[in-house]
């Protein structure tokens, strides 16, 4: 049974994404299903002549009917190829069983549909339309995250082989969450773990901590754990900087988007700085 | 908050630009709508202008133009003339709740009872309305009329021949105030309707007495106006869903159509509802976003505010050929070929919605007619399915009757007839297993039944009685059930 959903849009992620999957494929000895959504296209063609004549709607309808069919045979062909690809290059890192899927429509409806009997879906950190130089995030990434139950793998640029991962631990039940799955799952089995709460050390945020740690050893887990004040994104960033992990596992989007669009998200913060693949949970 | 920026930042540049063609075009078709009212202009331009801006904030279909419309002025004629416009503004307000209660109470499921005869009834109706209120422009008038409008005419089906980048219905007025002023024609302008806006709208509260009386006066009005708004912004809605293949919110386009029409009647506008002409005009001119319905009040407002002196000597030759394009544009030309195609109950279907509102102009009593009519032919052709068959006993002295099929209350008749009370017997079997009796028609005329064998001395049976009577949906609720629809379908 496919586990895996691999979300790949022919942007320069893909092919991360692809290596990602690959790489998770392995370890947790199942196949991937490889997804392109095909978004919803418009045909606009402006006519400003502002009349309407007799069967004015029928004419209007055929004529869009006709613009959204060719961009989406064109839509269709280029999502098929991106398809192909990401398939090979899957299979030629070893993975047997891969699936494509083409879709049409929203993402995150679609998503829903199909993410039934995912355990992981993987995504790119950026779009097709991302703007690189001004660090953006793509636009699709928050919505599926926050749309879906399932972790989610964002993947950096480039795959590089995990070795040892660093969980953001804030006590918070997402944190708990991810910390439970990572116990019992064998995606990051053998690992090096080092759990980190950025926090002034009171005895409840330790014992949280401890617990966690007690959690992923009965797991046999190799971890560290540490905790220590500061800005969350501040310190986390630091370390990844400082070559400390390669992956980091987190809680995501534990405040409402108001709050978020005044005071801003450490989880946007970490994935827009931070050059490693980041395992989210909700 | 990525859904909301999309509705209304998703196609920007086209949306300001179909903004501007729609505005054009909402100009003349609120004057003309306000003439129909028996209102000055700017009662027509100021509705317009805040049921555009608001349903683009509050509707539920972006894209889809809402405005002054002729389909709610033709239902205001009678209390304007008997009562004034105050009368107008308070029915307004409560149309626009009306609208509200039905949008909160999910009315606009109801929908699905209006077929598409009766759409296409209600579109043709709605052309034919428009037609009809540009006659007065068009009789006791000098040869001068006619020419400028067929010019008028010309210009707007002609024009796009050669160019589609400006609007030919702006060239028409351009060109057609320009002549007339050039040869001093002695011909009706805008000006000569009534009093244009030359400010801001401010708000007001209608000057009426709040007594049992005015909403005896208003309510009737009211509710055509909602019942006849909401019927058409669902339909255009429609259309734009399948122009542009998108969904739409359906109830939050009624609360948005009334919060528009409460709103409007507190600044001295009209009732208004969406625009199947305009929205057509708006998406073949790009305009897919909620920017453009916006963009289109706001425009309106600029223009009339700003240009109230010139638009006042535009000919209303120049508007009665918008007009009548409009109404050409909204006329569904396809319904007359498909008369001969269509199963003659829908066609009778559509010709009576018409019917019935060119007659009343009323566009609900139509729609009204339409689905009521609709209702009966359905009945009658299921009530088509049903047959009863039967055995004699080898004695000749029983028999047996087996019935399948529906029993309600358009069936019931037939049913009587299918059992020979002539025949003397000494047993009757009525097996009804295999029937589905819908309502208390039908259980009485099989009690009739019954009776009438036991009168020519023959002892009834009926057999299956109880499963039969369990698709009585309305006590049994059978649809909660699981196994419900195999039910229905098994016999």
């Known amino acids: 049974m496919p586990e895996l959903i691999a979300l790949v849009d022919g942007s320069t992620y893909s092919e991360s994404v692809c290596d990602h999957a690959a790489w998770a494929a392995s370890r ?84 829903t549909d199909l993410e039934s009997d995912a355990t992981i879906l993987l995504i790119g950190k950026r779009g097709e339309a991302a703007d690189f130089a001004k660090l953006h995030l793509g636009s699709n990434l928050e919505r599926v995250v926050r749309s879906t139950t399932k972790p989610v793998l964002v993947c950096s640029r480039g795959f590089k082989p995990v070795k040892r991962v660093l969980i953001a631990f804030d006590g918070g039940a997402s944190a708990m969450k991810s910390v439970d799955h990572i116990a019992r799952s064998p995606l990051l089995a053998g690992l090096a773990v080092k759990l980190l709460t950025v926090a002034p050390d009171t005895p409840e945020a330790r014992a949280k901590l401890d617990g966690a740690a007690a959690l992923l050893r009965a797991g046999s887990f190799d971890v560290e754990t540490e905790i220590g004040p500061g800005q969350p994104e501040d310190v986390i960033v630091r370390r990844i900087k400082g070559g400390e992990a390669d992956m980091i596992v987190m809680g995501a989007f534990n405040h409402t988007r108001f709050r978020n669009l005044f005071i801003g998200s450490t989880t946007t913060e970490l994935l827009r700085s931070c050059q490693v693949p980041i395992l989210l949970f909700r | ?5 999309a509705e209304w930042f998703g196609n920007v540049r086209r949306d300001l630009v179909a903004g501007l ?82 949008g909160a109470l999910k009315l606009g499921n109801v929908m699905r009872f209006v077929s598409r005869s009766v759409m296409t009834g209600f579109v043709n109706a709605l052309a034919i309305l428009i037609f009809m209120a540009q006659l007065p422009e068009l009789t006791g008038v000098g040869w001068e009329t006619y020419a400028m409008v067929a010019a008028g005419l010309g210009i707007i089906y002609g024009l796009p021949y050669i160019t589609t980048a400006i609007p030919s219905p702006l060239v ?211 009530a088509q399915i049903f047959r009863v068959r039967s055995t004699l006993s080898p004695d000749g002295r029983a028999r047996t009757y087996v019935v399948e099929g529906q029993l309600f209350f358009a069936s019931s008749q037939n049913f009587t007839e299918a059992f020979d009370f002539g025949e003397a017997l000494e047993n009757v079997v009525i097996d009804v297993s295999g029937a589905h009796i819908w309502d208390i028609s039908s259980v009485a005329a099989l009690d009739m039944i019954v009776l009438k064998f036991r009168r020519e001395g023959a002892e009834v049976e009926i057999i299956g009685m109880n499963s039969a009577s369990e698709t009585i949906v309305d006590q049994l609720a059978l649809h909660d059930k699981p196994g419900a629809l195999d039910k229905l379908m098994d016999h």
Not at chain 1, 29 to 39: K, P, Q, S
Not at chain 2, 1 to 5: E, N
Not at chain 2, 214 to 225: D, E, G, K, R
Not at chain 2, 285 to 313: E, P
């Open chain 2, 21 to 102: 063609v729609v505005a054009l075009a909402l100009i003349p078709e609120a004057i003309a709508f306000s003439i129909i009212a028996g209102v000055d202009p700017k009662v027509g331009l100021y509705a317009s202008f805040s049921i555009a801006v608001l349903t683009a904030i509050a509707g539920g279909r972006p894209g889809m133009i809402s405005a002054a419309t002729a389909a709610t002025a033709v239902l205001m004629v009678t209390l304007v003339r008997d009562y004034g416009l105050e009368y107008l503004l308070a029915a307004t307000v409560l149309a626009g709740l009306l609208q509200i209660g039905a």
């Open chain 2, 172 to 382: 028409t007025i351009v060109v057609l105030t320009g002549v007339a002023i050039y040869l001093d024609m002695d011909i009706r302008t805008v000006g000569d309707m009534g009093q244009l806006p030359d400010t801001l709208p401010v708000f007001l509260i209608p000057q009426i007495p709040l007594t049992l009386e005015t909403i005896q006066i208003i309510l009737p009005v009211s509710a055509a106006i909602a019942v006849v708004g909401l019927l058409e912004s669902l339909m255009t809605a429609q259309l734009v869903d399948d122009l542009t293949d998108t969904k739409s919110d359906k109830n939050r386009e009624c609360i948005g159509q009334g919060i528009a029409n409460t709103a409007t009647g507190f600044i001295g506008g009209m009732a208004g509802c969406a625009m199947i002409g305009q929205s057509m005009i708006n998406v073949k001119s790009g305009g897919r976003g909620r920017l453009s319905c916006f963009a289109a009040g706001v425009y309106l407002l600029i223009l009339i505010v700003g240009l109230g002196d010139w638009v006042a000597i535009i000919p209303m030759a120049a508007l009665v050929a918008i007009m009548i394009m409009v109404s050409i544009g909204t006329f569904s030309w396809s319904s007359v070929k498909a008369l001969r195609e269509h199963p003659t109950s829908s066609s009778i279907v559509m010709l009576a919605t018409v019917v019935t509102t060119v007659v009343s102009h009323n566009l609900a009593i139509g729609v009204l007619t339409g689905v009521l009519l609709s209702g009966i032919f359905f009945a009658g052709k299921i």
């Open chain 1, 28 to 111: 947790l000895g199942t196949g991937v299903t490889v997804a392109h959504i095909l978004g919803h296209r418009q045909g606009v063609k402006t006519d400003l002549s502002g009349n309407i004549g007799l069967g004015a709607r029928t004419a209007l309808l055929e004529e869009l009917a006709e613009l959204d069919k060719a961009k989406a045979r064109l839509a269709q062909k280029r999502g098929r190829a991106i398809l192909e690809d990401a398939k090979a290059r899957i299979e030629a890192l070893g993975v047997e069983q891969v699936e494509t899927r083409l879709r049409n429509g929203d993402l995150v409806e679609t998503l």
């Open chain 2, 1 to 5: 908050m990525t859904g909301f920026q």
